[in-house]
């Protein structure tokens, strides 16, 4: 049972790199999003998708990008990293948006130089 | 003012100890309510959905009480292995988004 997988586990890039984070669920969800995590702070909804081929925005979206080519996967970029985006990076799935509880993937630390 | 608010403790326990910790929400259109367990720098795990009328499973009870807007998590016999922090998670029809707190932290202690 893979549920929610990420890749990848650690990143350090430097600034202005670019990169994807990758997410993948086996379950079937319809709802996936993207959220990150910071000391002393909740965690922060980045993007969400409702469904194959739609995105929207979420609470911090400013310098990511998102796509949901396939049902089952969810990608998110940092096109120019920069410092601000060091944090811990988790990926959720939902088969109903509310109804139901969120399963998240192990992480992604990423660090930008 | 914060959507979602819990204590940020930590709260410190001896081992067989009940504990229990509340969160508060602002939001009155807020129809589904979760407490999740993360471990240090793990993901957050679901340990229970919270119904109307109140839920157990094991040594774990969470309640909601709509009139106050707050749910609360009861945990009796505490175990080492309880050590954790708890996330309080509320989703709001309004925004159609899963809010979460900033989480609860929790020491067992032999």
């Known amino acids: 049972n893979a549920g929610v997988t990420q890749t990848p586990k ?23 999003y993207w959220y990150r995590q910071d000391p002393g702070m909740g965690l922060r909804l980045i993007h969400y998708s409702v ?3 739609t995105t929207a925005k979420g609470e911090v979206p400013d310098g990511y990008n998102v796509s ?10 940092l096109e120019s990293a920069a410092p601000s985006q060091t944090s811990v990076y988790f990926c959720a799935s939902s088969y109903s948006t509310g109804k139901g509880p969120q399963h998240f993937g192990d992480g992604t630390r990423l660090s930008i130089l | 003012r914060k959507e979602v608010e819990q204590d940020p403790g930590p709260f410190n326990v001896p081992e067989g100890a009940t504990v229990a910790f509340n969160c508060t929400y602002s939001n009155s259109a807020s129809q589904s309510f979760f407490w999740y367990r993360q471990d240090c720098r793990k993901e957050p795990k679901l340990l229970m959905s919270v119904y109307s009328s109140g839920n157990e499973d094991g040594r774990f009870t969470a309640q909601l009480n709509r009139a106050s807007q707050y749910i609360s998590l009861l945990i009796r016999d505490s175990k080492l292995s309880d050590s954790a922090t708890y996330l309080c998670v509320v989703f709001s029809s309004g925004t159609y988004k899963y809010i979460f707190g900033t989480g609860t932290r929790l020491k067992v202690l032999a």
């Open chain 1, 10 to 32: 650690f990143r350090v890039l430097k600034t202005g790199q670019s990169m994807t984070l990758l997410c993948a669920q086996d379950m079937n969800h319809e709802y996936m």
């Open chain 1, 68 to 77: 949901r080519l396939k049902k089952q996967n969810f990608l998110l970029g």
């Open chain 1, 51 to 53: 469904g194959e081929g």
